[in-house]
Structure formats: structure tokens, C-alpha cells
């Protein structure tokens, strides 16, 4: 019964790369967030996807950074041209859907992305 | 701005005793408030949910919501060492228009249970 899975778990690009960030959620769920958590700072979300479809994006950045969910696949959140200010822990959650009106968000390890 | 405000203590409590953590936030529209648990270098935790005012138990932890006040808590009875981190605040702001997956987090409180 596997949890959120995440990879890679530790990435290192220099500035001007692309990073490529993999989530496949839990057996059985269809909704996927990321969160991003810069040093010494809080968890703030990202993106709100479900399969083939964005559903809420008001926390990404509006340039160099975007996300997907595939009809088949794992979730993925692309940084283009990373800069060092991009360097974080980038986490993904997932979750069932509404139940009893809550949405438990159950994250993943975490990848963290070091930009030199 | 949706706002979640956690006191970010450290709160040092000894083994055994209840430690208690709090948290407010600034919109009457919440509807449900998660508590997580992060080790350093790890990833949050799930603890618990509530989204119904009065109290929720769970094991060692009860949480508390009073949705008139803004306000929701955590207790730990018989804190042990390994209960050692920062635990999370988190708030939905949904449905009705809002996202309603979207977790907003407080900036967490470290919690230190000395032997």
C-alpha cells in the first residue's frame, strides 16, 4: 500500500536549467497538489490538479513554472531557467477527494532541488 | 489574504505533561482544519482533521475548533520526546467559489518534549 511516491528525492541543476519534478499519488487518489517550502519558511501551495485538468494555480509563479497531471502518468511540476532563488523543497500532496467535507492532503517525501 | 498565525514558539514542555498548540485564522468561510507533524528534513505528517466546532480525539491528540472565536487547537497528552517537531496548522477555504482542495499552512511551532 504505497504512499505518495516522489523522484527524484535530491536534484541539483545549475541556473538555466530545467527541473522536472515526478508525483504519483496514492492507490486510489485523483487529486494531487504541490507545495512548495523555501528555507526556514512555510509550506505554501502551488497547484491543485486532477487528472488532465488544473484546478486551482494561484500560488504558481507566473513564468518559468507549470504543472500537469496526464490521463496516465504521474504529476508533474516543470521549473524552466531555474534560478537559485527556486532552490526548496517542493512537496506533493494527494487526496481522495471531498469526504465528510474535508480534503486530507497526504504528502510525499519530498524532492529537494539545490540550483547552484 | 487568507491568513493562518501559529505562535512560533519554541514551546518546551516535559514528558509526560499535555502540551497544547494553537493556532487562528482570518476568515469566517473556513471549512476544515488539518493538523500536521514535520521532523526537520522531513515531510508533513497527517495528525488529524476537524471541521465541526468542539473537540475530536484521537489517540493522545484532541483537537479543538471554535469557528465563532477563529480559533483551533491541538493537545498532546503524555507528550513523549518523539513528539519533538514543528507541527502545522493547515486551513481549507472551500467550497463556494474558492478552491477546495487548497491547504493554506501557518508557519508552524516547534515543539521540544524534554526528558
Known amino acids: 500500500n504505497a504512499g505518495v511516491m516522489q523522484n527524484p528525492r535530491h536534484l541539483v541543476r545549475r541556473r538555466g536549467q530545467e527541473a522536472r519534478l515526478r508525483c504519483s499519488p496514492m492507490?486510489?487518489?485523483?487529486?494531487v497538489y504541490w507545495y512548495r517550502q523555501l528555507p526556514e519558511e512555510g509550506l505554501k501551495f502551488m497547484v491543485y490538479l486532477q487528472k488532465e485538468n488544473i484546478i486551482d494555480e494561484s500560488g504558481m509563479p507566473k513564468e518559468r513554472f507549470s504543472a500537469e497531471f496526464p490521463k496516465e502518468g504521474p504529476s508533474i511540476l516543470r521549473i524552466q531557467q531555474v534560478v537559485r532563488g527556486d532552490s526548496a523543497a517542493y512537496f506533493c500532496?494527494?487526496?481522495?477527494?471531498?469526504?465528510?467535507?474535508?480534503?486530507?492532503?497526504?504528502f510525499g517525501p519530498g524532492t529537494r532541488l539545490t540550483v547552484l | 489574504q487568507k491568513e493562518v498565525e501559529q505562535n512560533s514558539g519554541p514551546l518546551s514542555v516535559p514528558e509526560g505533561a499535555i502540551a497544547s498548540l494553537n493556532c487562528t485564522y482570518s476568515d469566517r468561510g473556513s471549512q476544515s482544519f488539518f493538523w500536521y507533524r514535520q521532523y526537520s528534513g522531513k515531510s508533513p505528517e497527517l495528525i488529524m482533521f476537524i471541521y465541526s466546532n468542539g473537540d475530536k480525539e484521537d489517540g493522545r491528540f484532541t483537537a479543538q475548533l471554535n469557528k465563532a472565536s477563529q480559533y483551533v487547537s491541538l493537545l498532546i497528552r503524555d507528550s513523549q520526546p518523539s513528539d519533538s517537531a514543528t507541527y502545522l496548522c493547515?486551513?481549507?477555504w472551500g467550497p463556494g467559489g474558492t478552491s477546495y482542495g487548497k491547504l493554506t499552512f501557518g508557519q508552524g511551532t516547534i515543539l521540544t518534549v524534554h526528558p
Open positions: 493547515a486551513v481549507n
Open positions: 492507490k486510489g487518489h485523483s487529486h
Open positions: 500532496a494527494s487526496s481522495p477527494g471531498a469526504r465528510q467535507g474535508a480534503h486530507e492532503q497526504f
